[in-house]
């Protein structure tokens, strides 16, 4: 069992307060060097830029379409 997995399980056991107190946590975790890679990915000139310029001119024109819906796993 990895330890993903065994963190997964123990959350499952966790009372709604606890499960609180984690989300608190991980909310305020520091960035990451993935958060800042992300960041830089979404100014102008990044990789993920023209899609957010993409998305952003969909939504003004209310052609949003609805998220593909995932394959049971």
């Known amino acids: ?10 959350i499952d056991h966790l009372s709604p307060r606890e499960r609180c107190e984690l989300n608190a946590l991980l909310q305020s975790w520091p ?3 993935w958060d ?4 830089v990915d979404a100014e102008p000139g990044g990789k993920l830029h023209a899609l957010k310029l993409a998305a952003e001119r969909e939504a003004k024109s209310g052609h949003l379409r609805d998220f593909p819906k995932l394959a049971a796993q």
């Open 31 to 33: 960035e990451d060097e």
């Open 36 to 39: 800042r890679q992300m960041a």
């Open 1 to 10: 069992m990895s330890r993903v997995e065994e963190l997964k399980a123990a």
